[in-house]
């Protein structure tokens, strides 16, 4: 039992259970809307030289936002739509309602939404460590789940890293996710680029992804062997890292870069290769 910032008591397994629910049932609302939307054609939508933005946006963060309020009214929110909600309760959400919004637009059935709960000032983990998310693919209707300590279920079954073959560094594949900062240009972007030229051999392929949740959840389940990250994205990132850490990825981090693999061998290659660019 331990005591949270409110000086109320709490038990961690069972917050991060309670918590894994009320985010399945926000992924789970957003994405039955979201795949219907898209069967229909998908929605208007605004674009930019480096981002879209569309009206299931919207429309999929306001039920996720519905679903983690009605359980938790005095939690804080961080969404990618409408920004900033206040809270003062244990825990910190964090939601990407459509992970995937090109891909939506233009009729790749490849997006997901991901809501995550994290750790306001944890006592067993650094501030804002994830406790528990949950990710969902709508055209699938694949649902992962992850509770800190508690490991990953997809569709209800326990699932690891090593579900999956065990191959080689030079026969893995790979995913790379950048953020904002790189693809606004300048020194992150000229780093990234020579990151992934010095991966890209290392590896079978490599998958530069925008839509990160749906990729997290294939390594959490042995398809995918690895991932490379530079500067990425706060709303996909605290879901991916903890299914890949309860799925038993290994990973290396420093600053803006993490790598995670199926196994030592990956990481290591990987991790070689990419602070041997930079």
């Known amino acids: 039992m331990t005591d949270d910032p409110a000086g109320r008591v709490t038990d961690a397994a069972a917050d991060a259970a309670a918590l894994a629910d009320t985010a399945v049932r926000a992924v789970e609302s957003a994405g039955e809307y979201l795949r219907d939307a898209f069967e229909d054609g998908g929605t208007p939508a605004d674009y930019t030289a480096t981002d879209v933005k569309a ?12 679903a983690v309020t009605d359980a938790y ?18 825990y910190r959400w964090v939601v990407d309602a459509l992970d995937g919004t ?27 460590d994830p406790v528990a ?11 992962y ?19 999956g073959v065990s191959l080689p560094p030079e026969k893995a ?3 790379l996710i950048v953020g904002p900062e790189v693809v606004s240009g300048g020194d992150e972007r000229r780093e990234w680029e020579a990151i992934s030229d010095a991966v890209d051999p290392v590896c079978k392929r490599t998958i530069q992804s925008w839509a990160p949740v749906v990729y997290w959840g294939l ?4 398809q995918l062997d690895g991932f490379v990250c530079y500067y990425p994205a706060e709303r996909e990132q605290v879901a991916g890292e903890l ?3 309860e799925a038993g990825a290994v990973e290396r981090s420093d600053g803006p870069l993490t790598v995670f693999g199926t196994d030592e061998a990956i990481c290591d290659a990987l991790w070689d290769a990419a602070t041997g660019a930079l």
């Open 219 to 222: 390594l959490a389940r042995g």
């Open 243 to 245: 299914l890949a850490r």
């Open 55 to 66: 009206e299931a946006d919207r429309e999929a963060e306001r039920r996720v936002l519905d």
């Open 102 to 128: 090109n891909n939506f637009t233009v009729g790749i059935p490849t997006f997901g939404v991901a809501a995550t709960a994290c750790d306001r000032q944890g006592p067993t983990g650094p501030e804002d």
């Open 173 to 175: 594949t790979v995913g």
């Open 73 to 90: 009214p005095d939690h804080r929110i961080s969404a990618e739509e409408s920004g900033d909600h206040p809270g003062d309760g244990a």
């Open 145 to 163: 789940v992850a509770e800190r300590g508690g490991g990953v279920r997809y569709n209800g079954t326990g699932v690891e890293v090593t579900d």
């Open 133 to 143: 998310t949950a990710v969902h693919v709508p055209v699938l209707d694949d649902t």
